[in-house]
């Protein structure tokens, strides 16, 4: 079992920037693709990136790409989102998702193909 914790989410105005983290724990020796999803209300959860277990693939939702960029440090078993050029619509709680995998595979956009999931993060972008 793996558990995932997010932390970092907040209010912010429309330009400004957030960082998001998860960090990992529990039976963290396998190696995990991870991502973040997220779900605004009344809508369906939605992919935001991924990255693969090494770190070197990444993929990302078009509509955040240029803004948002997924980082890890494996050391410390923890994934970063930073999400820079916030607009409202990126309002949302941010789920953080892993998916056992080989070394540089790059996990899915589909949420179904997940393992384990976070409790979420809100994140509120005002206009």
């Known amino acids: 079992q793996v558990q995932l914790v997010e932390s970092g989410g907040g209010l912010v105005q429309a330009g400004g920037s957030l960082r998001l983290s998860c960090a990992a724990s529990g039976r963290t020796d396998s190696r995990y693709g991870m991502a973040w999803f997220r779900r605004a209300e009344g809508k369906e959860r939605e992919f935001v990136v991924a990255?693969?277990?090494?770190?070197?693939?990444?993929n990302s939702a078009d509509s955040v790409k240029g803004r948002f960029t997924i980082v890890r440090d494996n050391a410390k078993n923890t994934v970063y989102l930073q999400m820079n050029s916030l607009k409202p619509e990126d309002t949302a709680v941010y789920y953080c998702a892993a998916r056992r995998t080989s070394l540089s595979t790059l996990p899915p956009a589909s949420s179904s193909e997940y393992d384990y999931w976070g409790q979420g993060t809100q994140v509120t972008v005002s206009s």
């Open positions: 990255i693969s277990w090494s770190g070197s693939r990444t």
